[in-house]
């Protein structure tokens, strides 16, 4: 039972910077099975979007297209935390963000192969 727990949200300026912090419980390795880490957030009116995912075993790294260059992804295993960095943050990403676990799927940026979520954390930018 995987368990999830975003920090870190808050106000930021526009063209700010903020992290975010995940405590995962635990970093899924199962053979035949490519698990990981993923970022998504929703923002008012729209669909919840997939930001960037990390697989568990060898940290390869998937950014959606739209938002590559601007978040970052790592991990720090020692502290059973995934971090989202994010730079030059506009009102457009104000939204909740949630961190998440699954297996890893050709379409994660739309919630595919995601089993568990944390309850997200609001990240507001003030215009």
């Known amino acids: 039972q995987v368990q999830l727990a975003e920090s870190g949200g808050g106000l930021v300026q526009p063209g700010g910077s903020l992290t975010l912090s995940c405590a995962v419980s635990?970093?899924?390795?199962?053979?035949?099975?490519?698990?990981?880490v993923g970022w998504f957030r929703q923002a008012l009116g729209k669909e919840r979007e997939g930001i960037s995912w990390?697989?568990?075993?060898?940290?390869?790294?998937e950014y959606a297209d739209s938002l590559a260059g601007r978040f970052t992804i790592t991990r720090d295993s020692g502290k059973n935390t995934v971090y989202l960095q994010m730079n030059s943050l506009n009102a457009e990403d104000t939204a909740v963000y949630y961190c998440?676990?699954?297996?890893?799927?050709?379409?994660?940026?739309?919630?595919?192969?995601?089993?568990?979520w944390g309850k997200g954390a609001l990240v507001t930018v003030s215009s």
């Open positions: 990390m697989n568990n075993g060898d940290g390869k790294t």
């Open positions: 635990e970093f899924i390795l199962e053979d035949g099975a490519t698990y990981g």
């Open positions: 998440t676990v699954g297996v890893y799927s050709a379409y994660w940026t739309r919630d595919y192969g995601i089993s568990y």
